[in-house]
Nanobody, 127 residues
Framework: QVQLVASGGGSAQAGGSLSLSCEAS????????MGWFRQAPGKEREFVAA????????YYSDSVTGRFSLSKDNAKNTVTLQMNSLRPEDTAIYYC????????????????????WGQGTQVTVSS
């Protein structure tokens, strides 16, 4: 089992910045991917970003590319999502996720791909 504990988030004005962190504990795997999804009110959960534990290339959804940055600290089993140039449409509950199986390619942005989910953390951006 893997436990994911998220922290950060909160409220910001449009154009501002926030960051989210997620620490993984428990068992980790060779093919281990961590990332973030979000869910806005009345909408489905959507992929935000992900990064492989064995690689250095983060992947982003089109909606956050150029504004959000995902980094990892292998020693601390932590990923951090730095969110800049925030927009009201970024308002959502953000979920830290982890995948231990087939996580890349066509599977990367699918909700069902991710085996473990952390508690959601609210991000609210006002205009």
């Amino acid at each position: 089992q893997v436990q994911l504990v998220a922290s950060g988030g909160g409220s910001a004005q449009a154009g501002g910045s926030l960051s989210l962190s997620c620490e993984a504990s428990g068992r980790t795997f060779r093919r281990f991917v961590m990332g973030w999804f979000r869910q806005a009110p009345g909408k489905e959960r959507e992929f935000v970003a992900a990064i492989s534990w064995s690689g250095d290339t983060p992947y982003y959804s089109d909606s956050v590319t150029g504004r959000f940055s995902l980094s990892k600290d292998n020693a601390k089993n932590t990923v951090t999502l730095q969110m800049n140039s925030l927009r009201p449409e970024d308002t959502a509950i953000y979920y830290c996720v982890a995948c231990v199986g087939e996580c890349g390619g066509i599977y990367r942005e699918r909700v069902a791909t991710y085996d473990f989910w952390g508690q959601g953390t609210q991000v609210t951006v006002s205009s």
